[in-house]
C-alpha cells in the first residue's frame, strides 16, 4: 500500500469513528443541551433524565473523541462543546434525514 492510500484509509478510519457519535440518541441530545452552554454532570442529567453514570459515560465517550472538553471549577466539572461547528453537522444530518422523510410521505400519499 502506498503511503498516499495509507493516509487515506487512516483518515477513513478516522471519519469513521467519528461519525459514532451521533448512533446514540442521548449523545446528540446531550450534545443540544450544551449548545445552551456548558453544564454539570447533574445538570445533564437532570434535563435529560438519564441516571447520571449514564451521562458520565456518554461524556466519556464525546470527551475521547474531543468533541466536548471538561473543566474543573472548584468541586465541580463542567462541559461544553469544543468546536461548535459540530452543530453544523447536526444540521445537515437533520436535513438530510428531515428530506428523506418527506420524500417518503410523498411516495405514501400517492
Same mark, same amino acid.
Given at each position: 500500500?502506498?503511503?498516499?492510500?495509507?493516509?487515506?484509509?487512516?483518515?477513513?478510519?478516522? $471519519?469513521?469513528?467519528?461519525?459514532? %457519535?451521533? &448512533?446514540?440518541?442521548? @449523545?446528540?441530545?446531550?450534545?443540544?443541551?450544551?449548545? !445552551?452552554? *456548558?453544564?454539570?454532570?447533574?445538570?445533564?442529567?437532570?434535563?435529560?433524565?438519564?441516571?447520571?453514570?449514564?451521562?458520565?459515560?456518554?461524556?466519556? $465517550?464525546?470527551?475521547?473523541?474531543? %468533541?466536548? &472538553?471538561?473543566?474543573? @471549577?472548584?468541586?465541580?466539572?463542567?462541559?461544553?462543546? !469544543?468546536? *461548535?461547528?459540530?452543530?453544523?453537522?447536526?444540521?445537515?444530518?437533520?436535513?438530510?434525514?428531515?428530506?428523506?422523510?418527506?420524500?417518503?410521505?410523498?411516495?405514501?400519499?400517492?
Amino acid at each position: 500500500m502506498t503511503l498516499t492510500k495509507a493516509r487515506e484509509a487512516a483518515q477513513l478510519e478516522l $471519519i469513521s469513528d467519528f461519525f459514532t %457519535i451521533f &448512533t446514540n440518541p442521548k @449523545r446528540i441530545q446531550i450534545l443540544q443541551l450544551l449548545k !445552551e452552554g *456548558e453544564l454539570t454532570v447533574s445538570e445533564i442529567a437532570e434535563k435529560t433524565g438519564l441516571p447520571q453514570p449514564t451521562v458520565s459515560q456518554h461524556l466519556k $465517550i464525546l470527551r475521547d473523541k474531543r %468533541i466536548i &472538553t471538561a473543566k474543573r @471549577r472548584g468541586n465541580k466539572c463542567y462541559y461544553t462543546v !469544543e468546536d *461548535e461547528r459540530i452543530y453544523q453537522v447536526c444540521d445537515l444530518i437533520k436535513g438530510i434525514i428531515s428530506r428523506r422523510i418527506e420524500e417518503i410521505r410523498k411516495e405514501i400519499a400517492r
